[in-house]
Nanobody
Framework: QVQLVESGGGLVQAGGSLRLSCSASGIIFSINVMAWYRQAPGKQRELVAT???????NYADSVKDRFTISRDNAKNTVYLQMNSLKPEDTAVYYCNAIIMATPWATRNYWGQGTQVTVSS
């Protein structure tokens, strides 16, 4: 069974930085897209950044030039480096991955979420 485990959340002052990590474990044939989403209180979950198997990245406009997504394929891990954090970045951040456990079985997986709180 595949699991995504996140780490790295916490409390930081505005202008500070945090680095989130998400590692996939279990029976994994290959990983397609790995991504980060976030959900603030009272708001819908939104896409923050994606990293495809072809090494393409994409960012929400609100985080461009501040956040960087990266991926270590050997470790099945995706990272989110968050700089110049703002109070509006406060949310629960979720890791997401489209994983093939076998060549014929593809599923969408979610991590448990990690809280990021940015104080003003």
């Amino acid at each position: 069974q595949v699991q995504l485990v996140e780490s790295g959340g916490g409390l930081v002052q505005a202008g500070g930085s945090l680095r989130l990590s998400c590692s996939a474990s279990g029976i994994i044939f290959s990983i397609n897209v790995m991504a980060w989403y976030r959900q603030a209180p009272g708001k819908q979950r939104e896409l923050v950044a994606t990293f495809t198997s072809g090494s393409s990245t994409n960012y929400a406009d609100s985080v461009k030039d501040r956040f960087t997504i990266s991926r270590d394929n050997a470790k099945n891990t995706v990272y989110l480096q968050m700089n110049s954090l703002k109070p509006e970045d406060t949310a629960v951040y979720y890791c997401n991955a489209i994983i093939m456990a076998t060549p014929w079985a593809t599923r969408n997986y979610w991590g448990q979420g990690t809280q990021v709180t940015v104080s003003s």
